[in-house]
Each structure stands twice: as C-alpha cells, then as structure tokens.
C-alpha cells in the first residue's frame, strides 16, 4: 500500500529486483515511477532555484547596503569581494539561475543515435562528436549538434564553391592555353606559308632574270651573227662584182687588142686570113672560153 501511495516500485526502493524480471519491464517500472513522483522532483527543483536567486539577491544587499561588508570581505577575501561588487548593476535575469537534470541512460543514447547519424550523413566530423559528448545536458547537445551541421553544411557549401571555382579557372586556363597555342601553331603556319610564298617569289625573280640575261645573251648572238652574216655576204657581193668587173675589162681588153691587130692588119694588107681565133692555143690549153662570159 505505501508504494501504491508514495508511487515507488521495486524498480526504485533500493530493493533487491526479482532475477527473473526483464530488463523492459524494470525500465518499464522506473518509468512509471518516475512519473508517480515528477511533482517531488519539480518541487525540489523549484525550491532549489528560488534558493538559490534569494541567495543572489541577498549577496548583492549585502555589498549594497549592509553594515557587515567589512566582515564579508574578512571572511571572502577582498579580490573576491571586488568580484561581487560587479552583482550591483545586474539584474536576476543576467544570472540566469536554472537547474537541469542530468540525462539519463535513454537520453544518453538518443543524443548519441543522433550523433552517429550526423556523423553518417557526414553533416557533422568526428571532433564535433567528439565535444557533443562531452556536454552532459542533453538539450545543450542537441541544439549545439543542430548548429554544428549548418556550420558542417556551410563549410562544405563554401568548399564546393571553391572547388567549382578552381575547376572553372583550371578549365578557363586550359581554354586559353589551347586558345594560345593554337594561335602560336596558326601564327607559326602563316609565317611559314609567308616564309614559301616569299621564297618561290624570289626564285621566280630569279628565273625571270636568268631568263632575261639568257635572251639578251641569245640576242647579242644572234646580232653578232647576223652581223657577220650581213659583213659576210656584203664581202662576198663586192667579191663577185669585183671579179665581174675585172673580167669585164679583161674581155674588153682583149677586145680592143684584137681589134687593134686586126686594124693593124688592114693596114698592112696582110691578105692571109688566119682562121684560128686570136689567143686560142690548143697546145696551150686555152680555149678563148673569156669571149662567151657575161
């Protein structure tokens, strides 16, 4: 009857548990109990707190106002005395005075199924775990682990970010090293078509010269050639019209002696002809072949 009254079980009177309980049904029973005695345990908590502001308040009055000051700092010290001193100008509210219960074995373990699960969707490291568990409030934990993951989160963002921009800066400078190198090989190949282009111009101009000389060296041949040709033929003209001229006057030469022996004759009445012309010598060999030239 008096733990149906006071709300505590065998799960918490110190007891010795029965051996063949199940451990869910002894957590099972410290729940219930728990929940029997909540409004003990929230009176004590509440006895606790208001305590412990009156006490504040009261330390700050004593600073304050009270004529036993001096004996507060022989007893405290003044350096700690000076350190109250500053409760003069804060509120009850700045203390921030409240009392949490330690978390127990359930709670434990949810906070720590909350951290590896963090850890498993990597939105937490193993050094944010590793400072979650050594915070013994619980919903402290939770809310740190909560700014933890934004903080994971943003770190990760900022990262991605910075990973993005080094590739897109990685790829603009392998576009503008293939952009430059295919401008140095276009430029290179230009130089090159210029370079050919000039050289078969110069070898053209060349050829072209070498052209010309060897016409004008043709020509100035066939110039002298003709020249001589021309001197040629005008030497042999004069030659045969210089032998047709001194054939000419041999002939009338000889005419004329032949009419002069033939006056001569008639003159001296020679009246034997002579059937045998004039200067025709058989033995000789000369025919007077002179008479029938041109």
């Known amino acids: 009857m008096i733990r149906d009254v006071t709300g505590l079980n065998e799960a918490r009177d110190a007891s010795t548990p029965d051996r063949d309980a199940l451990v869910g049904v002894q957590k099972l029973a410290a729940a219930n109990s728990n929940t029997a005695t909540r409004h003990i345990l929230q009176s004590m908590l509440y006895l606790t707190a208001e305590t412990a502001e009156c006490l504040s308040l009261r330390v700050a009055d004593i600073i304050e106002y009270s004529p036993t000051k001096e004996a507060f700092i022989r007893a405290l010290g003044a350096h700690n005395v000076a350190t109250l001193e500053e409760m003069e100008n804060l509120h ?6 409240f009392i949490e219960l330690a978390p127990d074995d359930e709670e434990k373990q949810l906070l720590e199924n909350n951290i590896q699960a963090a850890l498993q969707q990597q939105s937490i490291d193993l050094d944010d775990a590793i400072d979650l568990r050594t915070i013994r409030n619980v919903k402290l934990a939770n809310q740190l682990l909560k700014v933890k993951r934004k903080a994971k989160m943003a770190r990760d963002q900022q990262m991605q970010q910075e990973n993005i921009q080094a590739q897109s800066q990685a790829q603009q ?22 370079q050919l282009e000039q050289t078969r111009s110069q070898l053209k101009i ?14 100035q041949f066939e110039f ?40 001569e004759q008639r003159k001296q009445g020679d009246s034997v002809n002579k059937f045998e012309s004039s200067g025709n010598d058989i033995l000789s060999g000369d025919a007077g072949m002179e008479r029938y030239s041109l």
Not at 238 to 263: C, F, L, N, P, Y
């Open 206 to 219: 060349q050829y072209l010269q070498q052209e010309v000389q060897l016409k004008k060296e043709l020509m």
């Open 224 to 263: 002298e050639l003709n020249t001589r040709l021309e001197n040629s033929k005008q030497q042999t003209s004069s030659k045969t019209e210089q032998m047709r001229e001194d054939r000419k006057d041999q002939r009338v030469d000889r005419q004329a002696g032949h009419q002069m022996s033939m006056i």
């Open 173 to 194: 400078q392998q576009a503008q090293a293939a952009a430059q190198a295919e401008m140095q090989k276009q430029q290179a190949k230009t130089q090159a078509e210029a």
């Open 92 to 97: 009850l509210h700045d203390f921030g005075i």
